[in-house]
């Protein structure tokens, strides 16, 4: 029984990559033929429809792809020991003008020569996965607080935000894939329910933990052990 069942599996991440292989060529076709067309008759409401539901596809297939390395473990990621401080602090700051477009107090609290060996640029993305999620899900005028510090042997990572909090019994199944606890939120932000999904798989490829604790109604905190 168990065999069919990993067979199936293992046919399923395949179609997945494959597909979302198949996929990407259009998408660029779509993608630059819009921007051409817009230059040339200018802004026009139903062109920015095709560019913004271009560009959702568009992070859908790649999040499907980098699921689909992390599932095959070929993420061929580059593992080498690294400035952890700098590399939070740089992609935390370029979500400041977002945050700040969006009406979201934003404050970072980062340890400074905090030195880490594993995937830079995954981490990087495991961080803007977290801070983008908190931005979504802030209310408005609400707090975002990114921390990060080491605590003996650990090192924690930590975004904080106020706003409606994640029910008890929604805290693990947010990390599955194209799991989305609150579909009017979901699609207000055009999420797919993928981040959380590759930010888990990324930790885990580290050996770490992720994990979230919520007051409903309140706040909610993503707690990343490495």
């Known amino acids: 029984m168990v065999k069919p069942v990993a067979d199936a599996f293992e046919k ?3 179609f997945i990559s494959d597909a979302s292989h198949e996929l990407k060529t259009p998408l660029s076709v779509i993608s630059v033929n819009a921007d051409v067309l817009a230059g040339d008759i200018g802004t026009n ?7 913004s539901e271009t560009d959702r596809m568009n992070t859908l297939v790649n999040d499907l792809l980098t699921l689909a390395r992390l599932d095959a473990d070929k993420t061929h990621g580059v593992t080498s020991t690294f400035d952890l401080s700098q590399a939070i602090k740089s992609i ?6 977002i945050a700040f477009e969006a009406h979201k107090n934003y404050a970072l609290e980062i340890e400074d020569g905090i030195t880490y060996r594993g995937d830079a640029n995954q981490i990087k993305q495991v961080a803007a996965i977290l ?5 979504k899900h802030t209310n408005d005028d609400g707090q975002i ?5 080491r605590i003996g042997d650990k090192i924690h990572l930590e975004v904080f935000n106020t706003g409606a909090g994640i029910p008890y019994d929604q805290r693990d199944k947010i990390f599955e894939r194209f799991y989305r606890y609150d579909e009017s939120r979901s699609k207000a932000t055009g999420g797919y329910g993928l981040g959380l999904a590759i930010a888990k798989a990324i930790v885990c490829e580290h050996q770490g933990k992720i994990k979230v604790s919520s ?3 309140h706040w909610a905190r993503f707690s990343v052990i490495l």
Do not use: M
Not at 45 to 51: A, K, V
Not at 92 to 97: D, G, I, Q
Not at 145 to 149: A, P, R
């Open 215 to 217: 007051e409903v109604g």
């Open 131 to 135: 801070i983008d999620n908190a931005i």
């Open 45 to 51: 409401r139903h062109l920015g429809y095709i560019q």
């Open 12 to 14: 399923q991440k395949r």
């Open 92 to 97: 935390a700051l370029s979500f400041e003008s």
């Open 145 to 149: 607080e990114l921390t990060l510090k």
